[in-house]
T-cell receptor, first 116, second 113 residues
Framework: EAQVTQNPRYLITVTGKKLTVTCSQN?????MSWYRQDPGLGLRQIYY???????DKGDVPEGYKVSRKEKRNFPLILESPSPNQTSLYFC???????????????FGAGTRLSVL | AQSVSQHNHHVILSEAASLELGCNYS??????LFWYVQYPGQHLQLLLK??????LVKGIKGFEAEFIKSKFSFNLRKPSVQWSDTAEYFC???????????FGQGTTLQVKP
C-alpha cells in the first residue's frame, strides 16, 4: 500500500531536548516536504527536498533541520525545541518536481508535538 | 506575494443544506488549485483539483468546485451536506517552481444531524 509514514504520532517533550520526527515513503517519490499546521494559519511549509541530498527552506524553517540521505526518508530535526514549535506536523511526498503540477502530494497522518 | 484566503472560518449547517466555501488566491503564475479535507483526528485528503480545462471540477463525495479566473476564486460546493462532512477544509494553490502548496487558513464545517 502506497503511504507516507510518520513517527511518532504524538510526542510531548521539554524545552531544549533534541528530537527527531521520522518520515518515510514507499512510492519512490523524489519530492518530500514538511508542513506545520496551526489554528487559523493553515499549513505552512517548513522545508522541502527535490531529491536525495537536495533540501531547501520553506516559509518557516527557523528552529528546524532536515536531511535527505536516502530517497525514502526525510526526517525533521528540532535541535532545541521551544514552546512555539508546539504544533501538528505533516510530511508529504510527490513523484517529482518536474511533473509536480500533475502529481498529487501524499500526506502522512501527522505528528502532534507539544513542547513544555 | 502568493496567498490563499478562505473567507469562512467556521460554518455550521444542518443536514441537507447546501454548502459553498469561498477561496480566493493571489498567484502570478499558472495556477493549480486544490481542496483538501481533514476529518477529525485524520490527515489531509484530496477532495478535488484543478489543473486546466473545464473550470467546473468534480471531486469525491459529491463535492465540486468552480475556477473563476477573473475573480481569482475557486469556491467549493456541495448541494446537500451530510453529518459525515463535518471536517476542516483547506484550499491550496501549488507553486510549480518550489512544489510548495500554499494553504488557506482553513474552514471548519460543522454539520448538525
Amino acid at each position: 500500500e502506497a503511504q507516507v509514514t510518520q513517527n511518532p504520532r504524538y510526542l510531548i517533550t521539554v524545552t531544549g531536548k533534541k528530537l527527531t520526527v521520522t518520515c518515510s515513503q514507499n512510492m519512490n517519490h523524489e519530492y518530500m516536504s514538511w508542513y506545520r499546521q496551526d489554528p487559523g494559519l493553515g499549513l505552512r511549509q517548513i522545508y522541502y527536498s527535490m531529491n536525495v541530498e537536495v533540501t531547501d527552506k520553506g516559509d518557516v524553517p527557523e528552529g528546524y533541520k532536515v536531511s535527505r540521505k536516502e530517497k525514502r526518508n526525510f526526517p525533521l530535526i528540532l535541535e532545541s525545541p521551544s514552546p512555539n514549535q508546539t504544533s501538528l506536523y505533516f510530511c508529504a511526498s510527490s513523484l517529482s518536481r518536474q511533473s509536480l503540477a500533475k502529481n498529487i502530494q501524499y500526506f502522512g497522518a501527522g505528528t502532534r508535538l507539544s513542547v513544555l | 506575494a502568493q496567498s490563499v484566503s478562505q473567507h469562512n472560518h467556521h460554518v455550521i449547517l444542518s443536514e441537507a443544506a447546501s454548502l459553498e466555501l469561498g477561496c480566493n488566491y493571489s498567484y502570478g503564475g499558472t495556477v493549480n488549485l486544490f481542496w483538501y479535507v481533514q476529518y477529525p483526528g485524520q490527515h489531509l485528503q484530496l477532495l478535488l483539483k484543478y489543473f486546466s480545462g473545464d473550470p467546473l471540477v468534480k471531486g469525491i463525495k459529491g463535492f465540486e468546485a468552480e475556477f473563476i479566473k477573473s475573480k481569482f476564486s475557486f469556491n467549493l460546493r456541495k448541494p446537500s451536506v451530510q453529518w459525515s462532512d463535518t471536517a476542516e477544509y483547506f484550499c491550496a494553490v501549488l507553486s510549480s517552481n518550489t512544489g510548495k502548496l500554499i494553504f488557506g487558513q482553513g474552514t471548519t464545517l460543522q454539520v448538525k444531524p
